[in-house]
């Protein structure tokens, strides 16, 4: 027996991605939002795996900066309502994951950058300053 449902919501998920411009302009979504991610994150000190202009535009690999470590920073996300994804294997002990991709309000992302902007400098022992740049896509 096909599981009938799984069809429904199939249908419903392409319908609701037509009507918001098919994929081209999703992938235009996820690529604005993974520019964001990325500017953002370099400007607290990260730095990109790769910079080739071919990189994903779902996910981020990008390595922590110096005075902080993977399991600091994922402990003080996790303490903020926030799951980042640790590397693996040679990239583990130094690099994160993160993923820009599905239904993500901008308010969302907007939390998640002063989250990640706040557990960086706290994971440094530097006292919070206010986030400046995490409106404008």
Do not use: C, W
């Not at 098919?22 to 500017?39: D, I, K, Q, S, W």
């Not at 994804?85 to 993923?99: C, F, P, T, V």
């Amino acid at each position: 027996t096909p599981a009938v449902s799984a069809f429904f919501a199939l249908d419903t998920a392409l319908d609701e991605l037509a009507e918001a411009g098919g994929v081209p302009a999703r992938r235009e979504v996820y690529r604005r939002r993974n520019l964001r991610v990325r500017r953002v994150l370099t400007d607290l000190g990260f730095q990109s795996f790769s910079n080739t202009g071919s990189e994903s535009q779902t996910i981020v690999t990008m390595r922590v900066p110096e005075g902080t470590t993977v399991d600091a920073l994922y402990g003080a996300m996790k303490d903020r309502g926030f799951i980042i994804y640790r590397s693996k294997g040679a990239l583990a002990a130094e690099h994160i994951q993160i993923a820009n991709m599905g239904e993500l309000p901008d308010e969302t992302i907007d939390a998640f950058l002063a989250a990640m902007s706040e557990a960086v400098e706290v994971t440094r022992g530097v006292k919070s300053a206010p986030a400046r740049h995490l409106r404008s896509v």
